[in-house]
């Protein structure tokens, strides 16, 4: 029972830990901003900041907690881009204007994404290893060809869609085109800020942390740890890793929401929704630590704000960029630096004790 309590403690104090963190680095960040001591680059970094964060916390539901290789997470980020965009655009053609279109935008980018999740992870997730991570890569790389085709336009007789060009739409003198082929979405209304990317991350690590210390992450966990024994005691692999898999998508589509209402053109090139974009959210993921929630996002805000501060330097930044990146995950992986962690734990613990001690004396 003891055990227990200790084990319940220690997840208390990680989650609040992990909560305090975003907390205090929102209020430092806006106590500057109140002073004028932000510069406009650090400006113009804070949202990504959050849809990063929230990419990489997603993605480490499927790659840390549930144990499975998916590179297609920024195909359901463009899902939820697009998807919201294509609201967000059209109410503005209407005259309707307001935040809680947001709101309404935020759900629809996380429902499509979230069935995308389900119709993709029954046949994928069936897979295991380098065969996930080759189908989920081909699901991003389709979905951004497909939008790169698409011209998608809305009249008095409703929505009108073409793979050809503009003029094959046939819309009315009324009418109007959401999505221009490969030129994408303009004119999205600016909706997303540093307060709503905030408000956003806190709700996904509750759902992610929640969803960890509950059975369900136990059962994905385990299935994760050794698939055989815990099917032999009646856990359903399909079942939960699909669980994990569909969260992760929709989640991936919040941030897609929030990256789309951030720009006043939206258009699926390669590095926006890409094959680079997958991998560079999975580096976020392997250098804060696999299952990692708060190291995920301390991953992701120091790896894009890394490449801006180098930007002075011009053709050697990314080469410092993946050197720095090879350093760290080699430091990190070092046995003698595991050992050096743990033993720091250790001695903060052994310090916390004497603390909690010498104040009951007092």
Do not use: W
């Not at 994760?224 to 699909?242: F, P």
């Not at 929030?258 to 053109?265: E, G, K």
């Amino acid at each position: 029972m003891d055990l227990l309590k200790k084990r319940q403690l220690k997840k208390f104090r990680y989650n609040l830990s992990t909560y305090l963190m975003i907390i205090i680095a929102y209020a430092i960040i806006m106590l500057l901003s109140f002073q004028g001591k932000i510069s406009s680059l650090l400006n113009g970094l804070l949202v990504p900041f959050c849809t990063y964060s929230i990419l990489a916390v997603s993605l480490n539901l499927v790659v840390g907690i549930s144990g499975e290789l998916s590179l297609g997470h920024a195909g359901f980020m463009c899902i939820g881009a697009f998807s919201s965009a294509i609201f967000t655009r059209y109410m503005k053609f209407l005259g309707v204007e307001g935040l809680y279109l947001f709101v309404i935008a935020i759900i629809i980018g996380a429902v499509s994404a979230a069935v995308f999740g389900l119709l993709i992870g029954i046949p994928v997730l069936r897979l295991k290893g380098d065969y996930l991570a080759i189908v989920t890569l081909a699901f991003g790389e389709i979905i951004k060809n497909i939008v790169n085709a698409i011209y998608l336009g809305f009249d008095e007789h409703g929505a009108h869609i073409s793979l050809k060009n503009a003029m094959d739409l046939g819309l009315s003198d009324k009418g109007f085109i959401v999505i221009k082929g490969a030129q994408g979405i303009t004119g999205t209304p600016h909706y997303s800020s540093f307060t709503a990317g905030v408000i956003l991350l806190l709700i996904v690590v509750t759902i992610i942390l929640n969803l960890i210390n509950s059975r369900t992450g136990r059962n994905i966990k385990a299935l994760r740890d050794n698939r055989i024994a815990a099917e032999s005691v009646g856990i359903s692999a399909m079942k939960y890793k699909l669980i994990a898999f569909i969260i992760a998508s929709s989640m991936a589509g919040v941030a897609g929401v929030l990256y789309a209402h951030n720009l006043t053109t939206l258009t699926a090139l390669p590095k926006n929704f890409g094959y680079n974009m997958s991998i560079t959210i999975l580096v976020f993921v392997v250098l804060g630590g696999m299952g990692k929630i708060r190291g995920s996002i301390i991953a992701a805000v120091i790896l894009t704000l890394l490449p801006e501060m180098l930007r002075s330097l011009q053709d050697y930044r990314m080469l410092i960029y993946s050197i720095v990146l090879i350093c760290v995950m080699i430091f990190t992986s070092a046995p003698s630096m595991k050992q050096y962690i743990e033993v720091a734990k250790s001695k903060l613990k052994h310090i916390r004790k004497s603390f909690s001690k010498s104040k009951e004396g007092i």
